[in-house]
């Protein structure tokens, strides 16, 4: 068999250059193990199970606060020692700045925090500066380029351990020795390997890495962070197996060119997967912002096809501005673009409009963009992104008290209800909105809001 050491793809004869990446002189020749029982071998001798009625459950050490009490609610109250957690992101979007900020606190969580403490004591390596100390291994930035982006963030690094990129066999070798509160592999694509051939990077290098970091997690109780790129296909480290291995995978998305930054939870053994973290990108690293809903909406102006949404993120709501842009094709096929939403789901609503609501949007290019970086992944946001669309081929302009927009779209042009409405409402109150356009049922989620004036709505 001979496989692509860059894609992991698989093929029964040699090629100078893989049909799948397109990468030269990738493809090798891996010979497959028979793993059939000879006659004159034993079989292995079974063991018996534990029944798990009969056992105590194992009490959870108290987890490894990382300093921000945002980043502690999306991990689902701190860093579980002994576990491996993969950051990943799009190159620049600052996944070396968030990393760089847990190195410099890992400390048992504050109960102002209200994080969920055991009384199990955490016994990390202490530094001078009475906090545990962090093992930051880094394969992209020298020692005095990482301490430099520690001055520059005006972080504290007196408990900071620096090492460079080595083979992972001295990597744990490392750990195992040291046993710090904190291990950081930035990033793991620059790890390689004395028992592989494969270059650093590549899928089985990556999944071998990753394979030994996690024993090694276990067996020390050591928590290690590693980071991974993603690539144009929107896989981590190149092989999406890398996700599997892990614990907790913690995604984050943003753009760039703007300050937002959103951090999720894709993936959690020990704790939920629906809480999201919004950050601002400073001079001083990530800052988590506060109050999301007022920073997305700061610079809203009142104009044709611009409407605010309510979304909900995992025990938190988040007000935000959809706007959209309608304008005469000149194409056969109109343009459907968005940004921030499913385009799929724009053609759909786009569909809906013509049909139930006369729009007329066959020869109607639709530009959708969701302000502040948010992905709106969730049915509630259609009826904000139809009040839009309408907004803007009528060019008509909001009405002088902006008014929230949030329900499913149906294909028979029905609005539907939503789960968390009250949530909703209730976040709308506190910042001074006083009108929901929104399809609730329970009137007496109505009246338990009278600050709010509901308009119900239940067709377009």
């Not at 892990?246 to 998305?253: I, R, T």
């Not at 937002?260 to 973290?277: C, H, M, P, Q, W």
């Not at 992905?375 to 309408?390: S, T």
Request: aromatic content about 4%; some cysteine.
């Amino acid at each position: 068999m001979f496989i692509c050491q860059k894609c992991d793809a698989q093929f029964p004869k040699w090629s100078g250059r893989c049909p799948e990446c397109q990468g030269w002189g990738t493809i090798k020749e891996t010979v497959e193990e028979n793993f059939a029982i000879k006659k004159n071998q034993t079989k292995p001798a079974g063991k018996a199970g534990i029944l798990l009625s009969q056992e105590k459950a194992e009490t959870m050490a108290v987890r490894l606060s990382t300093g921000d009490a945002e980043i502690d609610r999306v991990l689902g109250g701190g860093i579980v020692p002994g576990s491996l957690i993969l950051i990943s992101g799009e190159p620049g979007v600052g996944k070396s700045t968030l990393v760089a900020q847990i190195a410099t606190t890992p400390t048992p969580p504050s109960a102002k925090h209200d994080l969920p403490l055991s009384p199990v004591p955490l016994t990390p390596n202490p530094s001078p500066s009475g906090r545990g100390e962090t093992l930051y291994i880094s394969g992209e930035e020298s020692a005095g380029q990482l301490a430099s982006r520690f001055v520059r963030l005006n972080k504290k690094f007196d408990q900071v351990k620096y090492l460079e990129a080595e083979p992972i066999e001295v990597i744990i070798s490392s750990i195992e020795k040291t046993k710090p509160a904190l291990a950081i592999v930035d990033s793991i694509q620059t790890v390689g390997s004395i028992d592989l051939e494969a270059a650093a990077g590549s899928p089985n290098t990556v999944r071998y890495v990753t394979n030994l970091l996690l024993q090694c997690a276990k067996q020390t109780n050591v928590p290690i962070i590693i980071v991974g790129q993603v690539t144009k296909d929107g896989s981590v480290a190149g092989p999406k197996t890398l996700e599997h291995l892990v614990d907790v995978v913690l995604s984050l998305e943003g753009d760039p060119v703007h300050a937002f930054r959103i951090l999720r939870a894709t993936k959690n053994r020990f704790g939920s997967t629906d809480e999201v973290g919004v950050f601002e990108m400073t001079k001083n690293g990530l800052t988590a912002v506060a109050n999301p809903s007022e920073k997305f909406l700061a610079e809203r102006q009142n104009s044709p096809g611009s409407v605010i949404t309510a979304v909900l993120e995992g025990s938190r709501v988040f007000l935000v501005e959809v706007q959209a842009l309608v304008e005469h094709s000149f194409y056969p096929t109109p343009i459907r673009r968005a940004s921030g939403f499913d385009v799929n789901r724009l053609q759909m609503l786009s569909a809906i409009l013509s049909s139930r609501a006369n729009a007329h949007l066959g020869d109607k290019d639709i530009y959708v963009n969701v302000i502040g970086g948010m992905e709106l992944n969730e049915p509630a946001a259609d009826l904000a992104v139809c009040a839009a669309i309408l907004g803007a081929t009528r060019a008509t302009e909001a009405t002088i008290v902006p008014t929230v927009y949030f329900g499913e779209v149906g294909l028979g042009g029905e609005v539907r209800s939503v789960i968390g409405a009250k949530r909703r409402l209730e976040e709308i109150a506190r910042l001074g909105l006083t009108t929901a356009a929104v399809p609730i049922k329970d009137k007496t989620e109505i009246k338990s809001l009278k600050t709010i004036g509901i308009r119900l709505v239940r067709d377009l």
